[in-house]
């Protein structure tokens, strides 16, 4: 790593500057001579999913998209790769910001699982839920030894949306995405690689940048415009049903965390977790 | 089995009880502790699915879905697991008996494949054609060694209906499901593991009903609405459009049988069949 | 081979027969005990897919559908299957020739994915781009060891329409497809194998005849009419979609190649090919 030429991006965010704390959630390196980003979550301290986070997550992978990145590997600066969706975002909710945090993880869904560069997920740590879907979005995985991923919604009550599901799919297919989802089963290192829900194991994240770089490294003789059309056509249909979808989603989402029995759930998982 | 404390239902069946024989073709035993319904077919000697068989699924299934039950568990009394569709009702046909027929198979599907409560089949023997089926609509399958399971319509003439070859698909994929059906393939069980078919094999029915309990057993703390939800999302689009098409099914479905061709298949099918 | 009684198709090719080069492109051998046909594409040197031999296989397996074939078997002439495409069709098109060359292309799709016979593939050697579409319509697929196959479209600077995917989506599913398609992956006989795009290794073509002949041998006793209507639930949505589509397809097609991005690649890869 230490003999990569790198250049620290610095993305000027307009108008929706606010919503960002001052510490950037969000680095992104770029390879000056592969010109392969690496895009590091560093939201202390698993990188949970609210609103900021996920506003700097596709602030930058859109300016990678403008500026013809040869490719994204998103990773994480902790042990874990990402807790999922911050869960206080969804506890006694206040409508509007609810709104904007779940359009604004529409928006990354699409942003990333569009995008017209290739993507590598180096899972460095857990992945449940969220964390699992932002690494599904990608086009490759790599994932260190001894860890979980899975979409494990219904373990804690709610329900992944079905371009959650779709996505999962679109990786292990139908039978397997649905034992996964009714069980909300977390899938050890080693069950994932199994059932193809992440393409390689590598020991360690160092090892993971290596594989990730090595799989990008594939497209650099190969045309970005076919590269993308042939992407698009795969995944077009899961993101335009997605895209047509986006209303009555985020009408689905605000009435489930509405819910009394919901709020509920959701206060006593919180508690849980401060015992912690 | 012995220690179980289990409930024999005695459901009050109203308006079809007519269809019904005086023996019951279904018997429901539910296990007071856990909740879960143990659902065993009984029509000698082979389970043959006949009208008023298919109604008494249809009625039991549908019971324990109005009284929440937390799984069901359907198994045979015999040596076979089913046969399939009882061919008599498609020989020399009374076309309203016929229709009545065709439409509570395709009740059984709606509400086995769609059931709100997760659902294992025992498979403690032979699965041919419509015996495959309902299996497969389960959501999980465990299988005695040494047995048979696939959609071998084509090796009698006849032709799977496309609801059918969905459920495949949604299994063990569109490949699979293409070789199996055009060859009309029965699968043993090793063969059928190793595609995907069955996803154990159990040494006997009891070892089959400890591992569909163990199964089941994984969904005591999950809640049975988000469960619902996610198979819901998996399962929709097959049934909706299963459902959609319900009229044009039967239509098919009458056609085929009033076929001159096809009565004298059955004929000789028949025939081959008392000579046993 | 030489104790089979073979029949010489001579087909009377009406109407397209000035599209047809003196010397016949494609030979039919018609197994007079099996009904089954030997169909070989003989081309020199690599059976290169131009307006001329589409055009030869077209008629043959549409004379085959006619005749209500028990099964075709293609193969090669060479040690090539099929180079795919020919480029030069491409290259400083005449678009009148270009648009039957394509309209021809699709035609041999509909005509060979949508076959009321059985087909089987013995891949005698490469098979890339437009080889690997043919030996993917065919249901099923027997390959010589040390060779290779897959969509490389990528790697040329094209794209392979998305009738092209689906059809080998069909075979391997959504996620090796985007892998395949997106990298432009050449699989090695072994690979192929273990990704499911080809089903059988064979030692040389001869052994790939005999293994074709057993696949097919299976249908002997199955209902031509039942075994049809099977692979149509299969197969009739991507063929469908293909079908709708063939206008915007033979648009964008002709959008493509009239680049001059394109023309400038194309041209470069003539000259390379002409150096070896």
Redesign the interface.
Known sequence: MALRSLTKFNFVRQGARSLSSTASLVSVEVNDKTGIATVTLQRPPVNSLNLELLSDIRYNLTELGKNKSRGAIITSAFKTFSAGLDITEMYKPDIERASKFWNTLQDVYEVLYGSAY?TVAVINGPAPAGGCLLSMCC??RVMVPNSIIGLN???L????P?WF?STM???????Q???A????RLFSTDEALKV?LIDEVVQDKDEGLQKANAFLG??AR??P???N???Q???GETLKRMSKDRENDLKRFIQVITQDAVQKGLGLYIESLKKK
Chains 1, 2, 3 share one sequence.
């Open positions: 290739p086009e490759y919604e219904t373990q009550g709610i329900v992944a079905p599901a799919e679109n990786i292990i297919g139908k039978r995405t649905e034992l989802l009714t069980t909300g193809g594939k497209f190969i045309s415009f076919a590269r059309v042939s992407k056509t795969i995944r």
